[in-house]
Nanobody, 123 residues
Framework: QVQLVESGGGLVQTGDSLRVSCAASERTISGYAMGWFRQAPGRGREFVAGITGSGAGTNYGHSVKGRFTISRDNAKNTVYLQMNSLKPEDTAVYYC????????????????WGQGTQVTVSS
């Protein structure tokens, strides 16, 4: 069982940057693909970014490509999401997820989830 804990959310203004983190309880997460999803009120869970176990491969949702960067530090069992040029439409609860296997943007294919961290972007 992998436990994931997100941190770093908050209230920022349009154009600001913010980095959220996800700490994993597993002894090593290098065998897991890691991802970030988000969910705004009244909407489904949206794929934001994913990274392979080694960190060599990444994938992004079209709405954040070029603005967000996912990275990982397997020695610290931590995954990061650097968010730049934030917009009000980025407002959501951001969830960290882990899975054994290839990257996928489909939420139900991910095995483990954190509780989420709120990111609010004011206009």
């Amino acid at each position: 069982q992998v436990q994931l804990v997100e941190s770093g959310g908050g209230l920022v203004q349009t154009g600001d940057s913010l980095r959220v983190s996800c700490a994993a309880s597993e002894r090593t997460i290098s065998g897991y693909a890691m991802g970030w999803f988000r969910q705004a009120p009244g909407r489904g869970r949206e794929f934001v970014a994913g990274i392979t176990g080694s960190g060599a491969g990444t994938n992004y949702g079209h709405s954040v490509k070029g603005r967000f960067t996912i990275s990982r530090d397997n020695a610290k069992n931590t995954v990061y999401l650097q968010m730049n040029s934030l917009k009000p439409e980025d407002t959501a609860v951001y969830y960290c997820a882990a899975r054994l296997g290839a990257l996928t943007s489909t939420p139900h294919r991910w095995d483990y989830w954190g509780q989420g961290t709120q990111v609010t972007v004011s206009s």
